[in-house]
């Protein structure tokens, strides 16, 4: 009978490898998944809705559509939010569409506030 044992926990020498505990608080949500989420389901459904808005506003009939268009632009803005309202989601598209991350300070202390002066 052979051996059962996951190999892909191994590291190069042989020896077991645990998978990395999860802090308090963070996701099982990936990047990959919420690539996903937004391409499969958040961007999608806005297509939908405008579409749908588009097709009612265009109103061949002369009938009054102005309702029907408020409550799928409401709809449109409601997805909106709740895509923004998730922080996991909200980060990823930024970083998916190019929006500007939070500055991260870069600068390093001066070699003064290390503790030593460089001689000019």
């Given at each position: 009978?052979?051996?059962?044992?996951?190999?892909?926990?191994?590291?190069?020498?042989?020896?077991?490898?645990?998978?990395?505990?999860?802090?308090?608080?963070?996701?099982?949500?990936?990047?990959?998944?919420?690539?996903?989420v937004y391409s499969e389901i958040i961007?999608?459904?806005?297509?939908?809705?405008?579409?749908?808005?588009?097709?009612?506003?265009?109103?061949?009939?002369?009938?009054?559509?102005?309702?029907?268009?408020?409550?799928?632009?409401?709809?449109?803005?409601?997805?909106?939010?709740?895509?923004?309202?998730?922080?996991?989601?909200?980060?990823?598209?930024?970083?998916?569409?190019?929006?500007?991350?939070?500055?991260?300070?870069?600068?390093?202390?001066?070699?003064?506030?290390?503790?030593?002066?460089?001689?000019?």
């Amino acid at each position: 009978m052979g051996n059962n044992t996951d190999d892909s926990a191994r590291n190069p020498f042989g020896f077991y490898t645990p998978p990395r505990v999860k802090e308090i608080g963070e996701s099982d949500v990936t990047d990959a998944t919420l690539g996903s989420v937004y391409s499969e389901i958040i961007s999608p459904v806005k297509d939908c809705i405008l579409t749908v808005a588009k097709a009612v506003s265009f109103n061949p009939g002369g009938k009054d559509n102005t309702d029907a268009v408020d409550v799928l632009t409401e709809l449109n803005t409601k997805v909106e939010r709740a895509a923004l309202n998730q922080p996991i989601l909200t980060a990823k598209t930024e970083r998916m569409f190019g929006a500007a991350e939070s500055e991260k300070s870069s600068e390093q202390p001066s070699h003064e506030e290390r503790g030593f002066k460089l001689s000019s």
